[in-house]
């Protein structure tokens, strides 16, 4: 088996929170080769539950990298240094959706594109939520979203029918679903 590994990188971009660089990659034999890497500092998504647990909070805001609006469950960089991933999402949950969680339960932790990005993701259902008197939206993006509230039981439905399309939002949900289905976490 042909094993590789990174000898060298330079940075040809660094931008707000990204990194563009080339690496270079050799294998055991000797070859050498150059990848394009996106350099992120990681993201939290969170799946807030509402008390019933038949229905998820999902924002609906413009993505400009797609060019249009996705529905996705409220979700952030890690962009404070030595934040832990929970304190991330529980930022995220309270300047998107204006709730408080009770509990978060970490349901995954994915790569979100490896093939050129080292961008790994944290993704939690949060629990006994309860609202905020006030929102803080971080960005102009965050201040036009709008906040929906989706059964669970449509989310195969909406998958299918790809209003939901953001990965680690697809994989929250589904994940939500079978927690609850399970009976959730120790209450």
């Known amino acids: 088996m042909t094993r590789f590994r990174v000898v060298d990188t330079t940075t040809r971009v ?25 350099r992120h500092p990681g993201a939290v ?6 008390e019933d647990h038949e229905h998820v909070l999902l924002v609906r805001q413009f993505r ?22 929970e304190l991330t999402g529980r930022r995220e949950l309270e300047e998107e959706v204006a709730y408080r969680a009770g509990r978060m339960v970490l349901l995954s932790e994915a790569y979100t594109s490896p093939g050129f990005s080292d961008e790994y993701a944290y993704i939690y259902a949060a629990l006994d939520i309860t ?5 803080h939206a971080a960005t102009a993006e965050e ?41 959730g976490p120790e209450r």
């Open 45 to 50: 998504t969170v799946v807030p539950v509402t």
């Open 143 to 183: 201040a036009a979203m709008t906040i929906e509230t989706v059964p669970l039981g449509l989310v195969d439905e909406l998958i299918a029918t790809r209003e939901l399309v953001d990965a680690t939002t697809i994989i929250g949900v589904l994940l939500t679903q079978r927690l609850l289905e399970r009976g």
């Open 64 to 85: 400009a990298a797609v060019g249009r609006e996705l529905l996705e469950a409220p979700a952030g960089k890690r962009d404070v240094d030595g934040e832990p991933p």
């Open 14 to 38: 660094h931008s707000a929170f990204l990194e563009l660089v080339e690496a270079t990659v050799e294998s055991d034999d000797g070859q050498a080769f150059r990848r394009t890497i996106v």
């Open 131 to 135: 609202p905020l008197d006030h929102a």
